[in-house]
């Protein structure tokens, strides 16, 4: 397993709880998120910017 800093770009325009929902689901497509955070906020493309540490799974390579 090996650790990865990821950014994602969210929609604003949903209400507080779908927000949260679509950040999570975002960043459990890429992993298991350790730790998130916005920060930024886009007002005029209504978008926030959400930088995340992942956790991933590394295929193991056998080794002779």
């Keep these: 397993m090996t650790t990865h800093f990821i950014t994602a770009e969210i929609d604003l325009t949903q209400s507080p709880l779908q927000i ?5 689901s975002e960043l459990e497509k890429r992993g298991e998120p350790l730790r998130w955070a916005i ?15 992942i956790l991933v799974d590394e295929p193991q390579t056998s080794q002779i």
């Design 39 to 53: 920060t930024e906020v886009d007002s005029q493309k209504e978008t926030i910017k959400v930088e995340a540490i």
């Design 20 to 24: 949260q929902k679509s950040i999570e």
